[in-house]
Structures are given as C-alpha cells and as structure tokens.
C-alpha cells in the first residue's frame, strides 16, 4: 500500500496539530471570544494555519494510500476537512469565523479520537 512509517509520521504530525487546536482553544467559550478580541483573532489565525496544514497532510495520505485508508473511518468527513484546507488556502479572506470556531471546538476533538485509532491501526496492519 504504502510506506508504513511515512504514513505514521504525517499521522503524528496531524494528531500534534489538532492538540494545538484543543489546547489554544480551552480558553475560548464563544464565537465573540474567537472574533472580537486580539488574542481571538491572533487564535483564529494560528488555528486556520493548521487546518490548512491538515488538510494538506490528509491529501497526502489520501494520494499515498491510493484513497484506500482514510474511507475506512468514514466518522469524519475527510473531504470536508481537505476542502477547508482548499478555501482557507485560496479564500482566506473570505472564510467564515464562525465556521473555523466550531471545526476547532466541535469537530477538532472527534478527529483527534479517529487520528489515534488510525495510527494504532496503520502501526499493526500496514
């Protein structure tokens, strides 16, 4: 299929961003903590950077692994992410607040979870 330990790499590297995500996120309750204060949009930015860095790794697990891994999980709409990835990469100025807080509040934790067992998995079976 692929390079085992490659894959496993760009797996960690994921799996280190979304706890950067979860962490920079603790403090911050609502969407006007996230929009309308200068830590806030300093956060915002920060966690846009790395959506759009896991978006690319994902892409390049998906390229590496001939499409044949991430759709074992189909718990997370990785297409979803890789095209936030897109519009945060070609549209930054045009991306919805609101959208960005609750990927990083809402769906930041679930991928974290799937991240794990894929790299648990990837470790034993590939």
Not at 43 to 59: D, F, H, T, Y
Request: some cysteine.
């Amino acid at each position: 299929m692929c390079d085992k330990e490659l894959i496993l790499d760009i797996l960690e590297n994921i799996e280190c961003s979304l706890q950067e995500i979860t962490e920079w996120m603790k403090d911050i309750k609502t969407i006007d903590d996230f929009v309308c204060t200068q830590h806030g949009t300093l956060l915002r930015n920060g966690v846009c950077m790395k959506i759009l860095a896991i978006g690319e790794e994902l892409k390049s697990i998906d390229k590496r692994t001939k499409k044949q891994l991430l759709k074992k999980y189909p718990v997370v709409d990785w297409t979803k992410v890789m095209g936030m990835r897109d519009i945060i990469a070609h549209h930054y100025f045009e991306v919805d607040a609101e959208i960005v807080f609750n990927a990083a509040v809402m769906y930041v934790p679930q991928m974290s979870t799937c991240i794990k067992q894929i790299k648990k998995d990837v470790s034993t079976k590939l």
